[in-house]
């Protein structure tokens, strides 16, 4: 079957398998999962079951109608309730069901998820305090790449969106701006002289100071071997200086030896005739 080429919570046909450890990843994938297959769905979930009412032609209102008299749009749309049910269940460990197995509608099993792993009112907004400081007090070392300061600034914006919470996109691409070292300075006054910020996306942006960020990397490299050479050559000229001194020196003490020799030598001759006393 096709769905057996998929693992478990990763085929097209099942919903993300529910990660209390990574709520917020889960949720968000649940969630696009869901809207994916029908919106309705997701009304569901997130507004309440659709109730059995239906307009009364005679009455010109909208009225409580039993089963039997249901039509078929209307059937059709109350099923949406227990799909959206199913498609929670599919999702959820046994650990997590025996924690909604009570809850009657779909939307009372969301929001005690929610309120579970997610926390209540106060709770969600701790978190969303937390995470607007680290927004706010966001830099980029001067050493950090840029693919690794993405990774921790998306994180925070993505978080911040789970919590219904966030920012522009435009108020994102001024916050990386604002957070890259010095060093980064250049290219910084470069993209605001040349882009319109209020245009620019921020996976742009990233890609934008990512090739500026090889060209820094390879002009480094070759300051660095360049200084190497240099060192190098200065090393080599300063061996070659330190052997001439050293034969210069050797050279030296080999005509002193020899000039003594030569003084012992006229010394020796010069005692065979001295005229000895008688």
């Known amino acids: ?28 994938r649940f969630e696009t999962y869901v809207k994916s297959k029908d919106l309705d769905l997701w009304h569901v979930i997130t507004d309440g ?20 008299k249901q039509n078929d749009d209307l059937k059709k749309k109350l099923a949406k309730n227990n799909e959206a049910k199913m498609v929670i ?41 937390l995470l607007v400081q680290q927004y706010e007090q966001f830099m980029i070392p001067e050493e950090e790449s840029i693919d690794n300061a993405f990774a921790k600034f998306n994180t925070i914006i993505t978080s911040l969106k789970a919590l219904d919470e966030g920012f522009s996109s435009k108020n994102y691409v001024r916050k990386f701006l ?13 993209i605001e002289e040349s882009k319109n910020l209020t245009t620019l996306s921020l996976d742009e942006l990233i890609g934008n100071l990512k090739v500026y960020e090889e060209v820094i990397k390879k002009d480094s490299e070759n300051v660095k071997s360049k200084r190497e050479q ?38 020796k001759r010069r005692g065979r005739f001295v005229r000895q006393p008688w």
């Open 178 to 190: 604002r957070a890259l070292h010095s060093k980064w300075r250049a290219k910084v006054t470069a």
């Open 1 to 28: 079957m096709e769905s057996e080429k998929y693992l478990e919570g990763q085929s097209m046909q099942r919903p993300p398998l529910f990660e209390s450890d990574g709520f917020i990843y889960w949720k968000n």
């Open 230 to 267: 240099s060192r190098s050559i200065a090393l080599k000229a300063r061996k070659e200086s330190s052997d001439d001194d050293s034969s210069t020196s050797d050279s030296k003490d080999e005509e002193y030896s020899m000039a003594v020799r030569d003084f012992k030598k006229f010394f």
């Open 49 to 68: 079951d659709f109730p059995p009412i239906q307009n009364n032609p005679e009455t010109k209102k909208d009225e409580v109608v039993p089963f039997h």
């Open 89 to 129: 269940y599919n999702a959820l460990p046994h650990k997590e069901y025996e924690r909604i197995f009570m809850c009657q509608t779909t939307k009372e099993i969301w929001d005690t998820l929610l309120i579970t792993h997610q926390g209540n009112n106060q709770v969600k907004a701790n978190k969303i305090d």
